[in-house]
């Protein structure tokens, strides 16, 4: 029989190995899953980008609110008129870099599972 600690050090490498079974299991399917909602942000960000460049064709083609004297008064005057459409438009972005963030740490964790996986399969435990 080994020392004490021996047992305890198995019953550890065999908690790991199960974690990492369940990580080169489950990992594709979170990944899919983060796609998904990043494809589904990219389209939130372009629908709102989309919904921009209609309030500011509105806002030159019929509001008759852009007085100003020069271009540069104008073009405030336009950004003021369309602040809504363009905070919306951020927060769509903030959500979509966040999403790509998610995407990415499971494709690392993935690819850190697989790595690790071939290490153990290699006998480099």
Not at 6 to 19: F, K, M, P, S
Not at 76 to 95: K, N, Y
Request: a neutral charge; zero cysteines; charged letters at 30%.
């Amino acid at each position: 029989r080994g020392s004490p600690g021996a047992g305890a050090d198995l019953q550890e490498i065999l908690v790991h190995r199960e974690t990492m079974i369940h990580d080169l299991i489950s990992l594709p399917q979170a990944i899919a899953d983060a796609e998904a909602r990043a494809v589904d942000r990219e389209i939130a960000r372009r629908a709102a980008e989309e919904n921009l460049k209609d309030r500011e064709m509105d806002v030159l083609l019929t509001s008759g609110r852009l007085d100003g004297k020069n271009e540069v008064i104008r073009a405030a005057q336009l950004r003021e008129l369309t602040s809504d459409g363009r905070r919306i438009l951020a927060a769509r972005e903030a959500d979509l870099a966040g999403a790509r963030v998610a995407l990415h740490l499971q494709q690392n964790r993935f690819s850190a599972a697989k790595a690790l996986a071939r290490l153990l399969a290699s006998g480099g435990d």
